[in-house]
Nanobody
Framework: QVQLVESGGGLVQAGGSLTLSCAAK????????MNWYRQALGKERALVAS???????TYIDSVKGRFSISRDNAKNTVFLQMNSLRPEDTAVYYC?????????????WGQGTQVTVSS
């Protein structure tokens, strides 16, 4: 059973920084794309940033230049460095990982970690 274990959320003032981590545990050979999603209160879960196994990254426009996604393939861990945080970044952040194996795609989710940015 593959599990994604997140850490690093918390309360921070506007303009501050936080780093989220997500480690994949269990019988894993390799993971393909690793992603961070977020879900604000009353809104749908939305993709924030993605990173491929080769290190290519994509971001939504509102976090470009402020957030940075990275990964350590040897440790099956993905990070989200968040700088210049704004109150509108407040949400539960979820780690997501995709794995392709034996002709099928598998998706895994973390439990979520709360990020609260005060004004």
């Amino acid at each position: 059973q593959v599990q994604l274990v997140e850490s690093g959320g918390g309360l921070v003032q506007a303009g501050g920084s936080l780093t989220l981590s997500c480690a994949a545990k269990g019988p894993i050979i390799s993971l393909n794309d690793m992603n961070w999603y977020r879900q604000a209160l009353g809104k749908e879960r939305a993709l924030v940033a993605s990173i491929t196994s080769g290190g290519s990254t994509t971001y939504i426009d509102s976090v470009k230049g402020r957030f940075s996604i990275s990964r350590d393939n040897a440790k099956n861990t993905v990070f989200l460095q968040m700088n210049s945080l704004r109150p509108e970044d407040t949400a539960v952040y979820y780690c997501n990982a995709l794995r392709h194996s034996v002709g099928s795609w598998f998706t895994y989710w973390g439990q979520g970690t709360q990020v609260t940015v005060s004004s």
